[in-house]
């Protein structure tokens, strides 16, 4: 440990010499100096920790010295050595910073006294502008670090905006302790049509909870946020609003936000909507519902082809000796029984009929589509009709969109789908109504539409009718229907039923516009 230097500045040698003597058997290492401009070269020669000065020295006066040393940055102590403590310099050397005062005569203890108190409040007060200097470094540090982290933090909130925001298939929306939403991105905007702005604040069920179902909806966000906070998580449907009034139901998977202790402070919703996946789902169901009837109508249709086929040789030889019989027994029989071998033979063309219809059922349908009018092929199917249109007396009502006259097909094929899906509107109005038939298109797809007031059908009917074989007439194979929809549908169109009972029915078929079709497939 150093030994501390004190400055000594008086202009009587002996005093110097004495106070030196003093200092110097009490620790201290005394530096002289016998004027103003001498105790500034002493100071500037070294750092000292206390000065004892004069207040009457040659020159400048010790209040002086006072004064500059005060002014100096380096704190230095200055004891103060007076031969009247009642001067009227008093006041005014304390108001310039002096630290003691020493009377004359100076007693040893006395100065030994103020040097060591004046020492220590030297020591003090550097160790508090140290302190002070390596708070200030420290806080420097600490702000830059609290800014490095800042900037840490706000680029870690921008991006993960930004992956939220993203994310436009998803909702996420987060809630506070009391349910009110804290967090709405992208997503939930294009979702539920509100602007994150507008949300903050509010609650869910109140935002987008159905008006006939908002109860569901606050089950999930109140009795569901209790149970993901038991489970750690909680995933259910329900149904929601969007800002236009459509409801739709979503998935919603719904997490507890913990703080660090473990605490909950809000709840994450992450919402997806399932309307277009049931869509999806719902035409995978109908297209294997579709493969299963194809298959099961193949199926049926190979194994009638294949009784049809065993039986017609039969009927060509029950034929050939129904004629030969008939031309023997012409000139022998009498006109009655030669009318039961004309039964024979009507009997065995109508089950030769049969067949050949079933095994045109089964064959594959070749089609060739070429550019028609299907305006003009309506016309066509409605001339062949109107004998059994005038009998069954049946009004026609006809609203034919020229826009859409131009259309892809296979006009033998399509003219006789179309004149079983007419026959069967004709036949289902046995006391009369009305057959109206409409076209119309939006471009792309043309619609036909052949609707009947008659009997209309059950439920059960419809689901059958285009089962083969299925008919709720006395007499028919049932395959006009089944074979309308198999020339429909090679053609990429689709043909479906509306009817109730005694309410009519409607047979709606769509066709894709010119030129969808390939030519010369096979089914």
């Not at 009795?223 to 149904?239: K, N």
Request: hydrophobic share 40%.
């Amino acid at each position: 440990m150093s030994v501390p230097r004190v400055l000594l500045v008086d202009d009587e040698p002996s005093m110097r010499w004495t106070m030196a003597e003093f200092l110097r058997r009490g620790g201290y290492e005394p530096l002289t100096a016998a004027d103003f401009d001498g105790a500034l070269e002493v100071i500037g020669a070294g750092e000292i920790d206390a000065a004892v000065v004069d207040v009457i020295l040659p020159g400048h006066s010790g209040l002086e010295l006072l004064r500059e040393l005060a002014g100096r940055d380096t704190y230095v102590p200055v004891v103060m050595i007076t031969g009247e403590p009642n001067s009227p310099e008093i006041a005014e050397i304390v108001r310039a910073g002096a630290y003691d005062f020493v009377p004359k005569p100076i007693l040893k203890e006395a100065l030994i006294k103020a040097v060591a108190g004046a020492v220590e409040r030297k020591r003090l007060v550097d160790e508090k502008r140290r302190l002070e200097a390596e708070i200030k470094r420290h806080t420097e540090e600490l702000e830059g670090r609290v800014a490095e982290r800042t900037a840490e933090l706000a680029e870690a909130h921008n991006f993960l905006n930004l992956v939220l925001d993203s994310s436009t298939e998803y909702a996420i929306v987060a809630t506070d302790r009391e349910g009110r939403i804290t967090l709405f991105n992208r997503g939930a905007e294009c979702m539920f049509g509100h602007e994150a702005a507008e949300t903050l604040g509010q609650e869910p069920c109140a935002l987008f909870g159905p008006a006939d179902d908002d109860e569901q909806l606050r089950r999930v966000f109140s009795e569901g946020a209790r149970e993901a906070d038991a489970s750690g998580g909680l995933a259910v449907e329900a149904r929601f609003r969007r800002a236009g009034g459509d409801q739709f139901v979503a998935s919603v998977a719904l997490t507890p936000i913990r703080k660090h202790g473990g605490e909950v402070i809000g709840h994450l919703g992450v919402i997806k909507d399932l309307t277009a996946e049931r869509e999806a789902a719902e035409r995978l169901r109908q297209m294997q519902e579709r493969l299963m009837h194809q298959e099961k109508i193949a199926a049926l249709g190979r194994a009638a082809a294949q009784v049809a086929h065993e039986v017609k040789n039969p009927l060509a030889g029950l034929l050939l000796y129904s004629m030969h019989l008939r031309g023997k027994a012409a000139s022998k029989l009498p006109e009655g029984e030669l009318a039961l071998v004309d039964k024979i033979v009507n009997t065995v063309n109508h089950l030769t009929d049969t067949v050949n219809q079933v095994l045109d059922y089964a064959r594959p349908i070749s089609i060739s589509p070429r550019p028609g009018d299907l305006n003009r092929l309506v016309g066509d199917v409605l001339q062949l009709l109107r004998p059994q249109i005038e009998a069954a007396r049946v009004e026609q009502r006809l609203d034919l969109d020229e826009a859409c006259c131009r259309v892809c097909f296979d006009e033998p094929s399509m003219r006789s789908a179309l004149l079983n899906l007419a026959l069967n509107a004709v036949q289902a109005m046995p006391a009369g109504g009305t057959l109206a038939v409409r076209t119309k298109s939006d471009g792309s797809v043309t619609r036909l539409e052949i609707s009947d007031t008659g009997t209309g059908m059950t439920e059960e009917q419809i689901k059958n009718i285009f089962e083969p074989f299925y008919t709720t007439k006395s007499q028919g194979l049932g395959l006009g229907m089944p074979h309308a929809q198999k020339v429909i549908e090679r053609h990429g169109g689709a043909v479906s039923i509306e009817s109730r009972p005694g309410g009519g029915t409607t047979v709606r078929v769509e066709l894709p516009g010119e030129g969808e079709v390939s030519a010369d497939a096979a089914v």
